[in-house]
T-cell receptor, first 112, second 117 residues
Framework: QKEVEQDPGPLSVPEGAIVSLNCTYS??????FMWYRQYSRKGPELLMYTYSSGNKEDGRFTAQVDKSSKYISLFIRDSQPSDSATYLCAMSATGANSKLTFGKGITLSVRP | GAVVSQHPSRVICKSGTSVKIECRSLDFQATTMFWYRQFPKQSLMLMATSNEGSKATYEQGVEKDKFLINHASLTLSTLTVTSAHPEDSSFYICSARAGIYSRQKLFFGSGTQLSVL
């Protein structure tokens, strides 16, 4: 079993839809959870950053972490064509030398 | 957020030549930088971790003599692909961890597409 599993998609939704992206993980030591957005041939951009369980909201984006289920989600409200990109979940344990483990990424397309 | 600049964005070279990729943290001091490789429709694969002033730590399976990493200052790390071959063609991305931000936050460069003919 991979440490981080992410549905590879792709996912296509109409403009204005609510998008739900998910990742599951197996390492109970993970404490930091992130979502990155990556446009084609560009470096990933940090979207959301969460420590431990709970919800975090930033504009149209909401990140949820359920450590008991080892499940994290990213919700995008009122999706826009500019949201079309690849979304990668990432997570790490505590400790100065902890490395970031990424999901495979899911490609989202928002149709006008 | 912090800005990481990576150059060049694209490079095409002949087989057997060496290519250097630069990664700079523009508005913060990066004590640790990471180099990733990404194949099409795949996730990021960590190649090595470099700490300023010390030797890089390579991930299992990554040839340290082929992928030379230098982190000579707190704002600059370089990756040199030596004697490049077509199988080295890939998208290379650097990232930096800023001391003033949480340790687990990484800021990425814009990536370098390497094509070896």
């Amino acid at each position: 079993q991979k440490e981080v599993e992410q549905d590879p998609g792709p996912l296509s939704v109409p403009e204005g839809a609510i998008v739900s992206l998910n990742c599951t993980y197996s390492n109970s030591a993970f404490q930091y959870f992130m979502w990155y957005r990556q446009y084609s041939r560009k470096g990933p951009e940090l979207l959301m950053y969460t420590y431990s369980s709970g919800n975090k909201e930033d504009g149209r984006f909401t990140a949820q972490v359920d450590k008991s289920s080892k499940y994290i989600s990213l919700f995008i409200r009122d999706s826009q064509p500019s949201d079309s990109a690849t979304y990668l979940c990432a997570m790490s344990a505590t400790g100065a030398n902890s490395k970031l483990t990424f999901g495979k990424g899911i490609t989202l397309s928002v149709r006008p | 957020g912090a800005v990481v600049s990576q150059h060049p964005s694209r490079v095409i070279c002949k087989s057997g030549t060496s290519v250097k990729i630069e990664c700079r943290s523009l508005d913060f001091q990066a004590t640790t930088m990471f180099w990733y490789r990404q194949f099409p429709k795949q996730s990021l694969m960590l190649m090595a971790t470099s700490n300023e002033g010390s030797k890089a730590t390579y991930e299992q399976g990554v040839e340290k003599d082929k992928f030379l990493i230098n982190h000579a200052s707190l704002t600059l790390s370089t990756l040199t692909v030596t004697s490049a071959h077509p199988e080295d063609s890939s998208f290379y991305i650097c990232s930096a961890r800023a001391g003033i931000y949480s340790r687990q936050k990484l800021f990425f460069g814009s990536g370098t597409q390497l094509s070896v003919l």
